[in-house]
C-alpha cells in the first residue's frame, strides 16, 4: 500500500495549491479518503474528507468555500485524491497528508486512519 502526496510549496496569501495524493495497492472502493493537516506544535486536524464514491465531503469550516476535495474512479488501478485550495492564508501553513481509512464513509479523527501519505509542506507568506 502507498499513498504519496505532493503539489505543496511556498505561495503568497491569496495564491493557490493543488494537492495530489496517487494511491496503489489499495481495493480503492472499500476506502474513503481524506486531507489532513498538522501545523507546528499542534494537532493533526481533518481538513476534508470523501465518501468511497465521492457522493458526500467533509470540509473543516475554516476551508470551507476555498478548498475542494475530489477523486479519480475509485475502480481506477492508479488512482489519484486532489485537494483544490484557492485564496490561501497563512493559518493554511502546515504539513499536508493523504489519508485513507477502509469503509465507505470517513473518519475526521486521525486515530482511525488506516494509511497515511508521507505529508506535503505548505507555506503561505503574508
Known amino acids: 500500500v502507498q499513498l504519496q502526496a505532493y503539489g505543496g510549496g511556498l505561495v503568497q496569501t491569496g495564491g493557490s495549491l493543488r494537492l495530489s495524493c496517487a494511491a496503489s495497492?489499495?481495493?480503492?472502493?472499500?476506502?474513503?479518503m481524506g486531507w489532513f493537516r498538522q501545523a507546528p506544535g499542534k494537532d493533526r486536524e481533518a481538513v476534508a474528507a470523501?465518501?468511497?464514491?465521492?457522493?458526500?465531503?467533509?470540509?473543516?469550516d475554516s476551508v470551507k468555500g476555498r478548498f475542494t476535495i475530489s477523486r479519480d474512479n475509485p475502480k481506477n488501478t492508479v488512482y489519484t485524491l486532489y485537494l483544490q485550495m484557492n485564496s490561501l492564508k497563512p493559518e493554511d501553513t502546515a504539513v499536508y497528508y493523504c489519508?485513507?481509512?477502509?469503509?465507505?464513509?470517513?473518519?475526521?479523527?486521525?486515530?482511525?486512519?488506516?494509511?497515511w501519505g508521507q505529508g506535503t509542506q505548505v507555506t503561505v507568506s503574508s
Open positions: 470523501i465518501t468511497w464514491n465521492g457522493d458526500s465531503t467533509y470540509y473543516k
Open positions: 495497492g489499495l481495493i480503492l472502493s472499500r476506502y474513503a
Open positions: 489519508a485513507a481509512r477502509r469503509g465507505s464513509y470517513y473518519s475526521l479523527s486521525p486515530d482511525e486512519i488506516n494509511y
